[in-house]
């Protein structure tokens, strides 16, 4: 009679290749899952009853971003394992855009043993864009591709999103380096980010090799990317109903997963991949469905093919649920092993480069000061950025502002100003914006948690708060800051690379949720507002944003000034008032 490490009886099994549940045994032998059958014949070290029990296979994020969570690889395993994810694929480009391949291989290196698997795509836009649009602290080229290829917790390609250079110039960076991976890995997945693309422009992307995308979805262009042949990734904002019949309605399973992309500090205190399974559950998916595209799809899709099923010989990574409608979890094991205690050793000393990144100077007064040469009396003509409260797209509005002695008068609009500040360097260059619809009360926020290049940027209708927030930033290598008019509110030190913390996701879950509180206290709504924010500068993210260049059209990249006297060309959906 076999000798096996584990032996569980009497359990509704999920068979991922049925997509059905079924009353089996299941035995696990070194790490793997060894047999699964009707009353199994073997001699156990452990057995144990799983009457009434549920068992499915280990969740798996297929795409998401470590740093998102503003922690460390260790305590983001820590937060999540105990939520069922087992297997996560990180692009980690926050970490390589603030401090290129050496921080990017350190950030790797830190999390070696984690109690979770995190596989890794190569960052494949740092900078998002080009150096003639943001300044970074690192540069991701066709060398250091070629380097991060020979890794073997490389996986993929992350999500390529220059929409320029993947449309256009045949001799782009970004096309070279999907080149280079396609020639030494042919199977090399390729991830995409290309929201609101269709007709031609989908085609394009779809053409240069791109196989996957993850942005948020329509009925519609789900249905379109498919059937041209992408697979895609369903995060959180993409759910709902229409998506769901959309998918059943066109048997798109096979072609589907759920992801996470991006979740924030505190909502890992509630949940993970798990809680994207139950909305989608709640939403009118079929458990066994919801199940399929959190495991076997995704680890299909990253060429996984040790996991993400329960049949012998796979990692024996699985979920014990005391129910299946409210997919309450009873343990989680990761390699055939309980998880009992998720708080492993997560100390890590980062070098220089990550923990001494912010080399800005501090800003005066005078700093925040907006001028312009255009007119010294009279009336100027204004590029503003508009928010979007249910989404990180941004409108573009044209405002006619009051100027006096070259002076702007933009208070009198109820509009904020916003500064984005180049910190790699002492430069101390610095960009203004002009935001409508950010802050109905006195204040300011302020971070170098700004996608996708990391400068320092703040946003205030108080010159006195923002410089307080600025000043803060510097002093503390790196952060998210929120103040009202006489003092800071909330302060969340992210002292790696600006980006990362090392409080433990307990803690800083608790700091980042007051954070999001004191946001709404100065009137900044959002549906996730912290992203909203940061997302101010991503030059990937429809439709204008900043960086420490300036203004952009982000599907032209065409620069756009902030003042003018009349507009000679339409950059987008103008609103005009």
Request: aromatic share 8%; proline share 3%; net charge negative.
């Amino acid at each position: 009679m076999e000798q096996v490490d584990l032996l569980l009886r009497n359990a509704y099994v999920f068979n991922s290749y049925l997509k059905k549940f079924i009353k089996k045994d299941i035995a696990v032998k070194k790490h793997k899952f060894y047999w699964i059958d009707d009353e199994l014949k073997v001699n156990a070290k452990v057995e144990k009853d799983l009457t009434d029990k549920y068992v499915i296979p280990g969740l798996i994020d297929s795409h998401m971003h470590i740093e998102s969570s503003m922690t460390t690889p260790n305590n983001f395993s820590n937060a999540v394992i105990k939520f069922g994810t087992t297997t996560i694929v990180a692009d980690d480009h926050e970490i390589a855009n603030v401090a290129g391949i050496n921080g990017l291989k350190e950030y790797i290196n830190s999390g070696e043993n984690t109690l979770l698997d995190i596989f890794y795509a190569i960052p494949s836009s740092v900078p998002s864009t080009n150096e003639q649009m943001e300044t970074t602290g690192g540069q991701i080229g066709i060398d250091e591709v070629t380097d991060l290829l020979k890794d073997p917790r490389i996986i993929c390609l992350g999500e390529a999103m220059n929409f320029k250079g993947i449309t256009g110039d045949s001799t782009s960076l970004i096309k070279q380096i999907i080149e280079k991976c396609l020639n030494i890995k042919p199977n090399f997945p390729i991830e995409g980010h290309c929201p609101q693309y269709s007709g031609e422009d989908l085609a394009k992307f779809i053409y240069a090799g791109i196989r996957s995308d993850h942005t948020q979805q329509t009925a519609q262009s789900i249905v379109e990317k498919i059937s041209n042949g992408m697979f895609i990734q369903i995060q959180r904002k993409t759910l709902n109903k229409d998506i769901i019949k959309a998918i059943y309605e066109n048997n798109l399973l096979e072609h589907v997963a759920l992801v996470t992309d991006d979740v924030m500090p505190d909502d890992l205190l509630k949940g993970h991949l798990n809680s994207i399974l139950k909305l989608a559950i709640n939403s009118g998916m079929k458990p066994e469905d919801a199940i399929y595209i959190s495991t076997y799809t995704p680890a299909r899709h990253m060429n996984l093919r040790d996991r993400g099923a329960i049949a012998p010989g796979l990692i024996a990574d699985f979920i014990i649920l005391d129910d299946l409608s409210s997919f309450k979890i009873n343990s989680v094991y990761k390699n055939g092993l309980v998880i009992n205690d998720n708080n492993n050793d997560s100390s890590y000393d980062y070098s220089d480069k990550l923990s001494n990144s912010v080399k800005a100077k501090k800003l005066v007064k005078s700093d925040f000061i907006l001028k312009t040469n255009l007119v010294k009396n009279g009336l100027v003509d204004a590029n503003i950025i508009g928010l979007n409260m249910n989404s990180t797209f941004t409108n573009q509005i044209d405002l006619k502002l009051e100027v006096k002695d070259n002076f702007v008068n933009w208070q009198m609009q109820g509009l904020c100003l916003l500064l984005v500040q180049e910190r790699y360097s002492e430069s101390n260059n610095i960009q203004f914006g002009l935001v409508k619809g950010a802050l109905a009360k006195k204040g300011a926020i302020g971070s170098t948690w700004a996608h996708d290049h990391h400068n320092l940027m703040i946003l205030g209708n108080d010159i006195n708060a923002m410089m307080r927030v600025q000043n803060r930033l510097i002093d503390e290598q790196g952060g998210y800051i929120v103040s009202d008019e006489s003092s800071i509110l909330e302060d969340v030190p992210l002292t790696v690379g600006g980006v990362v913390s090392l409080l433990p996701v307990s803690d800083l879950g608790k700091k980042v949720e007051h954070l999001r509180s004191c946001m709404n206290n100065l009137g900044y709504y959002n549906q996730n507002e912290i992203m909203s924010f940061s997302t101010l500068s991503l030059l990937v993210s429809q439709k204008i944003k900043i960086s420490d260049k300036g203004l952009f059209d982000v599907k032209t990249q065409n620069k756009i000034p902030l003042f003018c006297f009349e507009h000679k060309k339409d950059f987008g959906n103008r609103i005009i008032k």
